[in-house]
C-alpha cells in the first residue's frame, strides 16, 4: 500500500518554462513533507520542506504548495534549469518534530531541455 | 563540511559471501539511517539509530541481514550470506536534530551475483 505516490515517471520541460512536480498521499496523519532531488550516482539531497500547518514554502526558484483536503502537494520549479535534471522525491512523515520516519514516493524524472 | 560517506562505492561479489556496507555520518549527527533503493520497491528504510542505539530495525528484510554502529562516527551494513535478490543501491544517511533533514550518503552499489 502506497501511502506517498508520485504517478508521474517522468516529465519533460523546456528550459526556462515552469517544471510543476506533483504527489499524492493516503495517510491523513502525515503533517511534514520534504522534497529531495537526486542525480545520477549520487544520494538524494534535501530540497524544500513544508509543515501542514502552511499551504505553501519558497525558497528561490523552487515553491511547494500543500493541499491538505486534497492530500496533494505539488513542487514548482521557476524558471527551469539544465541542472535542475534530475528525479525528484515526495516524502512524508507523522510528526513534524520527528521526521526520522520518512515515508518516501517512488520519484519523478524531471528532463529540462535546452 | 565532509559529508556522509560511504564505502564502498560498489561492491561484487558472489552469492553466499558476506558484505559489509560502511557510513561514515556528518559529525554532530545523532541519528544515522540505513536505506535501500530497488527498482521494484524503491527507497526503503532498513534501521535507524539514535545516539548509537538501534531505534527501529523493522525494515530490516531478514536475518541475514545486520547493522551496528560501535560509535558515534561510524555505522556498518553487513548481509551474510548475500543472495542475488540483495542487489541494489544502499544508502546511508545522518540528520542532527528532530526538525532537520536528513543528509545522504552516494551510496553503495551492490551486485550479488
Known amino acids: 500500500d502506497q501511502q506517498v505516490k508520485q504517478n508521474s515517471p517522468s516529465l519533460s520541460v523546456q528550459e526556462g518554462r515552469i517544471s510543476i512536480l506533483n504527489c499524492d498521499y493516503t495517510n491523513s496523519m502525515f503533517d511534514y513533507f520534504l522534497w529531495y532531488k537526486k542525480y545520477p550516482a549520487e544520494g538524494p539531497t534535501f530540497l524544500i520542506s513544508?509543515?501542514?500547518i502552511k499551504d505553501k514554502n519558497e525558497d528561490g526558484r523552487f515553491t511547494v504548495f500543500l493541499n491538505k483536503s486534497a492530500k496533494h502537494l505539488s513542487l514548482h520549479i521557476v524558471p527551469s534549469q539544465p541542472g535542475d535534471s534530475a528525479v525528484y522525491f515526495c516524502?512524508?512523515?507523522?510528526?513534524?518534530?520527528?521526521?526520522?520516519?520518512?515515508?518516501w514516493g517512488a520519484g519523478t524524472k524531471l528532463i529540462i531541455k535546452p | 563540511d565532509a559529508g556522509v560517506i560511504q564505502s564502498p562505492r560498489h561492491e561484487v561479489t558472489e552469492m553466499g559471501q558476506e558484505v559489509t556496507l560502511r557510513c561514515k555520518p556528518i559529525?554532530?549527527?545523532?541519528?544515522l539511517f540505513w536505506y535501500r533503493q530497488t527498482m521494484m520497491r524503491g527507497l526503503e528504510l532498513l534501521i535507524y539509530?539514535?545516539?548509537?542505539?538501534?531505534?527501529?530495525d523493522s525494515g530490516m528484510p531478514e536475518d541475514r541481514f545486520s547493522a551496528k554502529m560501535p560509535n558515534a562516527s561510524f555505522s556498518t551494513l553487513k548481509i551474510q550470506p548475500s543472495e542475488p535478490r540483495d542487489s541494489a543501491v544502499y544508502f546511508c544517511?545522518?540528520?542532527?536534530?528532530?526538525?532537520?533533514?536528513?543528509?545522504f550518503g552516494d551510496g553503495t552499489r551492490l551486485s550479488i551475483l
Open positions: 559529525s554532530g549527527h545523532d541519528y
Open positions: 544517511a545522518s540528520k542532527r536534530t528532530n526538525n532537520q533533514p536528513q543528509h
Open positions: 516524502a512524508a512523515s507523522v510528526g513534524f518534530m520527528s521526521n526520522y520516519q520518512l515515508i
Open positions: 539509530f539514535n545516539n548509537n542505539v538501534p531505534i527501529d
Open positions: 513544508i509543515s501542514s
